[in-house]
DNA sequence: AACCTGTTGTGAAAGGTTTCACAACCAGAC
DNA sequence: GTCTGGTTGTGAAACCTTTCACAACAGGTT
């Protein structure tokens, strides 16, 4: 059963998600059982980390055994929230936001676009992907009702923290920011940030550090 | 001066990102120096962080005084590497690749899209912002002459790896990978990932468990 | 020149995460 | 029923990162 009082750290999150795609992998080659060894083989991970991590949301699998694996992929599912479909708002259709609605990986997993806002007035209005675009001014009053739950913002940095400042105050509590820049939100808001500057900028200090890689 | 044998962690390079930011923005505001304090204030982190990270580089900081923006903004970009153009490639212009195409953040810190490639008859040969789009089978032959120091992976997960194996073989030593898998390569290979689906589903489990966040 | 305020740079302490190592256990063989 | 090989679950150890705390120092003031 899941221990109710520990946090769980950012990286046993992540490798869930890690363990839950190498989960469906495993499940479409037919596999029945996984054991941790494998798992971490296959993920470049170790076998101990592998149990520890799910040894936090209790014991699944069977000594000598393994995991059985359609069933740890369940409850991975559960654990991760994403047995169950999310509705999700997008702010911002230029480049990135447009490439979002048409792809294909966010419906797969639940994670439905109900609502589109920009403030470019030949936008408004607009159809993407059978929903239609609304003007950015409405964002708190169409926000605050509670249906959507995840609000996306793909807009330049040097607007996102106005828009975000709405978002937060119609009551949302997730929001993930493709906005170059660190948004400023109450603690009980979780951003997350796609910020392929950084992940260019790691790369670039890699290159030119060799030997200063972690 | 740099400590030569010190290995700088993954969230210190993260950090020194953030900095960047913050002191492109300092500078705009005509700030000529800036304390520890108010720059971890800023960005929510600590003083102690913030010196702790430059530190591992070097001395830049006057005690009684604090930083100098425009001289440290110099000195972090010169450390990640980013005082100069980088030449990268693109492989897959579909949805993602193509606001990549148009992504101005990029070409404004010097990451220059060199080459594309796409395995579509349909866009083989079609132009995207000056660029011709070469057929994904030249990719091996088009990237082994060194003068691509960057790869941006922008295709399915199915064929990720394939293409991978090839960029790895070609001799590329840094990729960015938007499919939603870990991609396998040698040590010496240095890949980040933007995984969308990944960071939703951190945004799931954190409003399904709000008691157990990190 | 002595003092005061503010801030860095950094060893040491605290806190967190990963790895180790092994008892506990399962399933199959004999 | 007992043994054997394989694997989990988990405290403890090792390792890594962050925070603390303070000496060292710059610059201004009296």
Redesign the interface.
């Known amino acids: 059963m899941?221990r109710?009082?520990?946090?769980?750290?950012?990286s046993t999150?992540?490798r869930?998600?890690?363990y839950?795609?190498a989960l469906n992998q495993l499940e479409r080659e037919n596999y029945e059982t996984i054991s941790s060894k494998e798992l971490a083989k296959r993920?470049?991970l170790t076998p101990a980390q592998v149990r520890k991590d799910l040894s936090f949301f209790g014991s699944f699998g069977t000594r000598g055994l393994g995991y059985p694996v359609g069933e740890l992929r369940n409850k991975i599912a559960e654990?991760?929230?994403?047995n169950r479909t999310?509705n999700v708002a997008l702010v911002g259709v230029g480049?990135?936001g447009?490439?979002?609605v048409?792809?294909k990986?966010?419906q797969k997993?639940g994670?439905k676009i109900k609502k589109i806002f920009d403030n470019d007035q030949r936008k408004i209005g607009s159809n993407h992907k059978g929903i239609v675009v609304s003007d950015i001014k409405k964002l708190f009053e169409e926000l605050k009702d509670g249906e959507i739950?995840?609000v996306v913002v793909a807009v330049p940095a040097t607007v996102a923290q106005i828009i975000v400042d709405d978002i937060v105050r119609a009551g949302i509590?997730?929001?993930?920011n493709f906005a170059?820049?660190?948004l400023?939100v109450p603690d009980d808001v979780?951003v997350?940030?796609?910020?392929?500057?950084?992940?260019?900028?790691?790369?670039?200090?890699?290159?030119?550090?060799d030997?200063?890689?972690?």
Chains 1, 2 share one sequence.
Do not use: V
């Not at 109710?4 to 950012?10: H, K, V």
């Not at 654990?79 to 994403?82: P, R």
């Not at 030997?211 to 972690?214: A, K, T, V």
């Open positions: 899941a109710s009082l520990r946090r769980i750290s950012e999150i992540h869930l998600s890690i839950y795609r993920e470049k654990i991760l929230g994403i999310w480049n990135i447009s490439a979002l048409s792809y990986e966010f997993q994670f739950e995840i509590k997730a929001i993930l170059p820049m660190n400023k979780e997350r940030n796609e910020n392929m500057a950084m992940e260019l900028e790691y790369l670039s200090f890699s290159l030119s550090n030997s200063l890689r972690p």
